[in-house]
Every structure is written in C-alpha cells, then in structure tokens.
C-alpha cells in the first residue's frame, strides 16, 4: 500500500525526492530537493503549442503539460510518478527508485483499444499500483467517441507493465465501457481490484477483480447494491473514495458518501459516510455507517478516503465538511466506528477544507487536506446568499479582471436548470448573468474569451452551447450534434 495524492499544478510535476542520513549515534536528518518532470508529445498537426505564459519557464518545447500527480511504490523500492497529460490524451509515467528523480517512461494510453468503430482516447482520471509481483498497473478512466465524433462517453482501462523500466512490456485490458467514472485500485498480493461508478444509469459504484496479476479481470459485486434502506440512499446518490485492501488479512474496504433518498437530483450535498466491507474479495459486502451529518451538509469535498494500518488492522477513514476535517476510526475491520475526531482544530481558522487524504503505519496516523494561501486567509463565498442554485461545476477568473469571477450553478451534479453567476467583487456578491436562456440540464463550465472580456461562454450536460458577445446584455443558444451527453467543459480562443 502507499500514500497518494492528487494537485492540480500547471504544466510539470513537482516531486520532492528525498534522502534520509544516519548518523552512528542514531542521529538523523532530512534533506529535500525538487525536480520538475515533463511529460513530452510530438504536436505535429494538431495546431497546439506551449503558451506565452510559460515562456523562459524552462519548460521545453514538447512538454505536455500535467496535473493531479500521484505516487506509488513497489516492496523493493520501485517507483512510479503519473500525471494526466494536458495538451495530449495520455498519462505520463515516470519510474525510478526511492529516493532518486525518476526518468520518463512514457505517455501511456494514448489510445484504448474499443469495442466496434470507436475512437478510444484514455488520460481523463488515474491511479497507479505495485503488485508484490513488481507489476505496474495503471487504471484509468477513457472518453469513447462513436464513428460521427457526435456522441462519446466514459469507460475505464488498466494497462499493465510487466517491466517498469521497459514501456514495450504495456498491455492495455479495457473492463468496461458503459459510461463510468473516476477508477481507484488496490492489490494484495497478486490479486487486484479496481472499482469505479457507473455514471450512465444509476451511480452504482462497481468493483473488478483480478486473481492473476492484472491479466485478466471479472466484475463482482458492488458495494452499494443489498443493503437496505442504505442503498436507497446511495443509488443516484454517492462519490466515491478509494477502494483499500487490508495487505494482511481478507477484508477489502469502500468508503463513499452518500445522501438521502428525498435530495436524490436535487441536492449533491452528502451528509453521510459509509464504509463497506468484504471478506471474499468482493463478492459480498456489507455496508455499515462511520457517521451521519444533518441534512444539507455535505461531506464529499472532493471524496472522503480510508487507509488501513497494516500492522495493526485499524482502519481510518477520512472526510470534510469543507470546514472541518474529521477522521474516524475502527479496530473491528470496519464493523463500528469511532465518534469523528475533529484534526483540524489547530487550525481553527480554516474557511474551506478540502481534499482529505490518510495514512497510517504503526498506530501513528497522518491527515493531508488542500487549502489555500497554507490555510492562512479563507472566505467562505457563501454563494447560497445569491442564488437558489448552490451547486457549482466549474469557476473561472476573468484573464480580463482578477476581480471578476464566472461560476456555472445548478441545483445538482444531474439536474434540468442550471445558470452562469457573476462577482464583481472577488466573490463577495454574486449576481445571475446569463439573460433570456434556459438549461435542460446542470450548468457544467464557462470560460471567459482570452482577447475580448465581453465574450462569455457556457455549456449545459447535454451539449447546450450558450454564449454572450456584449457583456451579458444578450445572449443566443446553439447545440451540439443530437445524441450528445455528458459535456464537461467549454473552451474560447
């Protein structure tokens, strides 16, 4: 098992590689030093190049740009470093060992091998694993595009590397291709699960195994499904963590929030933390309840995650309510929970938490939470003060105003409305921008035009293209070829 984390940086990864002295009296020190890694593209026809804003950077001509860094070790001290390719479909590898800056590997999954005439393209989410074996495997999740580029939809992949020195020795095994999102992996031994939701039909979170080394995989079964009135509220309704195995025993673990059965499509505000349990390696599980929020309280900022100290067995789980920080803990593989210990007391001042990750070894447990400015200066924009839609997909700054800010709101992460807000003031006040206009479903992104401040962009889940070129005075309503669903995102240049 090893640690990760996922940061959104802006063009290479920053990794701190680090060496630990020991002295004869048993004295030691730390010493850190950091190295940018680039990934590299060949962008011969595509019409892309490196922006002015990276210019004297030190950035080379045919990086690839990338964001939300992981890392992972293997027994023997392999690593591996991955990053989802900006410019490029393809996640970046880097392997190496402890301590030492790894050398680039490749750009992996650039394309997916599909089912029929399809476009498969991989490098929208990742995550990275040692078997104790010394395979390298990377799940990832793949945008698929039909034959007429007017459709596309999600599905997830593990390419396995058998040589993490040697990129010749990947394979890639699609598992599903139905519309799903966000992977996560975990091994014990040589048996490997991966799990992922299902965000075509019913947000189920479902689970894949494999007893031979990544090779081969088969579904069992999902964690959410044949728990009562607890799948009622999870159905439709959930984000999930990482999926854990317990290294030294049979248990496998699940951790998600979920809602209730009343807020379904109405509210992505999760107040409850369940983590589900199974000894058989996923064939059944059982789901049990860590702790329960009052209603409208969400808990799922990003996702909430687990670990489990493998030299105790105590599992830990890990979730925030944008404020505070809370971790729970069980020494009975998951059965009962601790009450929440709140760790981000000393840190009182906090506005805004978010992105808790966990480890743990030896009784001693670390948090890591993602905040601004250090968490020193935060502000809650409270956007609920303005508007009826409280659910925000994306947020931009104006490249024109580093005061004015864009915000694409809407009742739920799957919804029929949505709306663009506007601050003037740094997010002090908002006010509704977009005029004469009507969503069909949530308000996924906006962009500001680059060159010209009165252009303004938004796109809707369903393909809606709406837009103003005088400064939200008036605004006109294309779409996107019928049939398609699923738009995540909108770009102006």
């Known amino acids: 098992m090893r640690v990760r984390t996922r940061l959104l940086l802006p063009l290479g990864i920053a990794i701190a590689a680090f060496a630990l002295s020991v002295s004869i009296a048993g004295a030691s020190t730390t010493s850190f030093s950091n190295q940018t890694l680039f990934g590299t593209w060949d962008p011969t026809g595509s019409g892309l190049t490196i922006g002015p804003a990276f210019s004297g950077s030190g950035t080379p001509p045919n990086s690839s740009g990338d964001s939300e860094p992981a890392i992972a070790f293997a027994d023997d001290g392999t690593m591996a470093v991955d ?206 309840l860590v702790h329960s929020a009052p209603i409208g309280t969400a808990l799922n900022n990003i996702f909430p995650s687990m670990t489990v100290d493998q030299t105790t067995g105590t599992v830990y789980a890990v979730w925030t309510d944008s404020h505070t920080v809370w971790v729970s803990s069980s020494t009975d593989h998951g059965k009962t929970w601790t009450s929440p210990t709140d760790v981000s007391t000393n840190a009182a001042d906090l506005a805004t938490t978010l992105m808790p990750w966990v480890a743990a070894r030896g009784g001693k447990v670390d948090v890591v939470f993602r905040s601004s400015d250090k968490g020193e200066h935060w502000e809650d924009m409270e956007i609920g003060r303005f508007s009826p839609l409280t659910y925000g997909r994306d947020i931009r700054t104006s490249p024109h105003d580093a005061k004015v800010m864009y915000a694409a709101l809407s009742p739920a992460a799957r919804s029929t409305d949505g709306s663009v807000y506007r601050s003037d003031d740094v997010g002090k006040t908002w006010t509704r921008f977009d005029r004469g206009i009507k969503a069909d479903a949530t308000m996924m992104g906006v962009v500001v035009h680059p060159k010209d401040p009165n252009q303004v962009y938004a796109v809707s889940r369903v393909g809606q293209i709406f837009g103003t070129q005088d400064g939200g005075k008036s605004w006109s309503e294309s779409r996107l070829p019928e049939g398609v669903r699923d738009a995540y995102c909108v770009a102006a240049g």
């Not at 301590?99 to 929208?124: A, K």
């Not at 040589?163 to 139905?178: E, F, H, K, R």
């Not at 939701?197 to 579904?219: A, E």
């Not at 979920?258 to 599980?285: C, E, L, M, P, Y």
């Open 83 to 288: 990053g989802l390719g900006w410019l490029p479909f393809q996640v970046n590898v880097w392997t190496g060992t402890f301590g030492s800056t790894p050398s680039y590997f490749g750009g992996l999954d650039q394309v997916v091998p599909s089912h029929g005439n399809r476009l498969t393209l991989g490098d929208e989410d990742a995550d990275i694993e040692f078997t104790s074996a010394g395979t390298m495997l990377l799940a990832d999740l793949n945008v698929i595009f039909n034959p007429n580029f007017n459709n596309a939809q999600l599905g997830v992949d593990v390419t396995r590397c058998t040589d993490p020195s040697d990129a010749s020795s990947c394979t890639t095994t699609v598992l599903d291709q139905t519309n799903s999102d966000r992977p996560w992996i975990t091994h014990r031994g040589t048996t490997v699960w991966v799990s992922y939701h299902d965000s075509g039909n019913s947000s189920l979170i479902h689970v894949q195994q494999s007893t031979d080394d990544g090779r081969t995989w088969h579904k069992v079964s999902s964690p959410i499904t044949g728990q009562g009135p607890d799948t009622g509220k999870a159905t439709f309704n959930n984000d999930q963590g990482p999926i854990v195995a317990d290294p030294n025993s049979d248990y496998l673990y699940d951790v998600y929030a979920s809602g209730i059965q009343q807020s379904k499509s109405h509210s992505a505000h999760f107040n409850n933390i369940f983590v589900s349990r199974s000894t058989d390696g996923g064939k059944t599980w059982e789901a049990n």
